[in-house]
């Protein structure tokens, strides 16, 4: 079978070939057939997160089982010819954060396309408790954004009034991801931060609700707010910070963005103006479901937010054709 690998020291990519081992008889085999791309992914190639060499990419994936049955993590029956979504952050189910239900902080866990090897490859082959069946009416190129939808359901579920204005900020595939899974959830006002020009401009063509600055998207005071902070950079932690004056007490920020390793926080800001600060990463099993059911509902204006492109056409180019794709949502076609 073929495996497209990648050498972080060169930033290159490799088809290789190799043998296709046995099947686990407690496993399931997939043939992938569409894989999305995203920060992760960016930031794998940029150098910024470092990975192993050989490494193969691909962690928001979908395919059709080729072998294999069992039960997948929503207790459904899967077989030969399902089509399913990876639930790519393998939990230990042991650890004192898993014993509570908390497997999305598990300490123990392995993130294919990261830390292991992912799904950019012929056949991938997994334990069925870490699938979801998507069925025929989900389409296929979009049951990749199963897995970043959840990462959404995961942060916004945090919070605890729909009705308060929703600031999201970040344009980017996790920012769209939060916008169209509140509206969904039944949040009334949301409204979206991009600073960068052309990715506003490209939003635009697809939602209304897309503001230059946080100051724009507040508009005249409505009392306490939410915000979604989906980079996670120093200067958008900064950007909140500021509003605090301007904000009413009992705001709430949900931080899911994590390009900033370290940020300090005033004390002016969550301590005297009693602003809720919490972090949400990635998501449990449960956020899937839900994830499933968000993308089903919002195919047509996800649909609209997808560039599809053939992997086998672009192996050569596929570091470059990543890191500067000004698209919403690169999906690969495998
Ligand atoms: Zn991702
Ligand atoms: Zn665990």
Redesign the pocket.
């Known amino acids: 079978m073929w495996q497209i690998i990648y050498h972080p020291a060169t930033g290159n990519f490799e088809k290789i070939s190799a043998d296709l081992s046995p099947l686990n008889g407690s496993f399931i085999r997939i043939r992938p057939d569409y894989i ?6 960016k930031s794998i190639l940029a150098g910024k997160r470092k990975v192993y060499d050989g490494l193969i990419l691909g ?2 994936i979908t395919g059709i089982i080729s072998e294999g049955k069992g039960l997948d993590l929503a207790g459904d029956h899967l077989s030969e010819g399902d089509r399913v979504v990876v639930f ?1 952050n393998y939990y230990c189910g042991e650890c004192e954060d898993c014993r509570h239900g908390h497997y999305n902080t598990c300490r123990n866990k392995i993130s294919i ?1 990261v830390t292991a090897q992912g799904a950019l490859q012929e056949f991938f082959d997994l334990n069925p408790k870490f699938a979801i069946r998507v069925d025929e009416q989900i389409d296929p190129e979009l049951a990749p954004l199963i ?2 939808m959840a ?1 959404a359901v995961h942060a916004i579920m945090k919070f605890s009034d729909r009705h308060k204005r929703m600031i999201v900020i970040g344009g980017g ?2 920012g769209i991801s939060s916008y169209v899974t509140a509206k969904c959830l039944g949040f009334d006002d949301v409204r979206i931060v991009e600073k960068v020009g052309i990715k506003r401009e490209e939003l635009k063509k697809h939602v209304g609700d897309v503001y230059q600055s946080i100051d724009d998207a507040l508009g005249v005071s409505t009392g306490p707010i939410n915000i979604l902070d989906t980079v996670g950079s120093m200067e958008t932690i900064n950007d909140i910070e500021k509003l605090s004056g301007v904000i009413a007490s009992g705001s709430e920020a949900v931080v899911s963005g994590l390009e900033s390793q370290e940020y300090s926080l005033n004390q002016a800001y969550f301590v005297r103006r009693e602003i809720t600060f919490r972090g949400s990463i990635i998501y449990t099993p449960h956020d899937f479901i839900i994830a499933r059911d968000v993308v089903g509902r919002e195919a047509d204006l996800l649909k609209k937010t997808l560039t599809l492109a053939d992997i086998h056409t672009m192996i050569e180019g596929l570091k470059d054709r990543i890191l500067n794709s000004t698209d919403i949502k690169l999906i690969l076609k495998i």
Not at 36 to 41: A, P, Y
């Open positions: 999305g791309v995203c920060g992760s992914d962690h928001e790519p396309g897995e970043p990462v595939s996790v």
